[in-house]
């Protein structure tokens, strides 16, 4: 916190650097609480998120359902901007997902990309700002 400029003798006294004090800590304090709430409401989206994912699930679903309601749930869940499940079919050496905005199969060989070299090298791969 910063006070500049005392209006009356211009002058700034002990008991004006104590209330600043008293102030700051209160703003730090409110500040601070403000970032609990935040992440407590993170936290809470996605435990629903979680939930709707597992209800989701546990109902008789086809391979391209489970697919699609995956895709759809784990966006919400890790808060991306968007998201995207691969399945591999070892048969023809491809790997498809389902479009969640059409619900049409998307399929690309294997090894290409970015799911291609996760789906190959059999780890996880995280890009920040993609």
Do not use: W
């Not at 003798?9 to 004090?21: I, Q, R």
């Amino acid at each position: 916190m910063q006070a500049i400029n005392k209006e009356e003798d211009g002058k700034f006294e002990e008991v004006d650097e104590l209330l600043m004090s008293y102030l700051a800590q209160h703003a730090g304090i409110a500040l601070r609480n403000a970032d609990v709430y935040r992440e407590a409401i993170v936290a809470t989206d996605r435990s629903n998120a979680l939930l709707h994912t597992i209800s989701a699930l546990s109902q008789d679903l086809g391979v391209q359902s489970v697919v699609l309601t995956i895709t759809m749930h784990a966006g919400e869940l890790v808060q991306a901007d968007r998201c995207t499940v691969f399945l591999v079919d070892q048969q023809k050496d491809q790997l498809f997902s389902i479009s969640s905005d059409s619900g049409k199969e998307i399929r690309i060989p294997r090894t290409v990309g970015i799911a291609g070299d996760c789906a190959t090298k059999n780890q996880t791969i995280q890009i920040d700002d993609a």
